[in-house]
């Protein structure tokens, strides 16, 4: 079975510049959830999809948006890229919304210069 | 805003080892979970722990919730290599029907041969 599948694996943005990144989640799994990791915040929650309905939303502003497609997949978007918004962008799904066992992807790494 | 705060925020030890990590909140979790991340990876879920006073035992491992449900701790007896990596923990929680995860930074382990 394969895992959580994000793509691209590493990015390289300039400031003012918009991003998308893709996430394919497991098989079978409805919910995706996004993630920004660095290393000052740890990991803080973006939002999470389900059915193509975003359920749940993080402090995060209007430039990170994200959407779900009927077979799953998400994109997020970030428009606008700021130089903190260099980060690992981790992408989990699991069976259904709400909170139990996670399954993450790899991560897209993204560095604005 | 729950915080979770984990210590120590680093920790390097000798193979054979033993070792206790911590996570402390002041808030109330409906349950925690503990995550191991290798460079260059997502987390992995090791274990959900549900109900106060829980303890959970994987391998080498173990995990122990709170009786307040507010904190946890994660004891490695005899540290091997293989153990080297970041330690996560999750506090869940519900709010009108939806619910989150809240991440602490992590406790970076290294464990030298």
């Known amino acids: 079975k394969a895992g959580v599948t994000q793509t691209p694996r590493y990015l390289i943005k300039t400031r003012g510049q918009q991003v998308t990144l893709s996430c394919s989640p497991i098989s079978g799994h409805r919910s995706v959830s996004w993630y920004q990791q660095t290393p000052g915040q740890g990991l803080q929650f973006l939002f999470e999809y389900f059915s193509e309905t975003q359920r749940n939303k993080g402090n995060f502003p209007g430039r990170f948006s994200g959407r779900q497609f009927s077979n799953s997949r998400s994109e997020m978007n970030v428009s606008t890229l700021e130089l903190g918004d260099s980060a690992l962008y981790l992408c989990a799904s699991s069976r259904r919304e709400g909170v139990e066992k996670l399954f993450f992807g790899s991560g897209t790494q993204l560095s604005v210069l | 805003t729950q915080l979770l705060e984990q210590s120590p925020q680093f920790l390097s030890i000798q193979e054979g080892e033993n070792l206790t990590v911590y996570c402390n909140s002041s808030?109330?979790?409906?349950?925690l979970q503990w995550y191991r991340q290798e460079p260059g990876e997502g987390p992995v879920l090791l274990v959900t722990?549900?109900?106060?006073?829980e303890v959970k035992k994987l391998k080498r491992l173990t995990f122990q919730f709170g009786d307040a449900r507010k904190d946890s701790s994660l004891h490695i007896t005899a540290a091997q290599p293989g153990d080297t990596g970041l330690y996560l923990c999750?506090?869940?929680?519900?709010?009108?029907?939806?619910?989150?995860?809240?991440f602490g930074k992590g406790t970076k382990l290294s464990v030298i041969p």
């Open positions: 808030s109330v979790f409906s349950s």
């Open positions: 722990v549900v109900t106060g006073g």
């Open positions: 999750a506090g869940a929680t519900s709010r009108a029907g939806s619910y989150q995860l809240t």
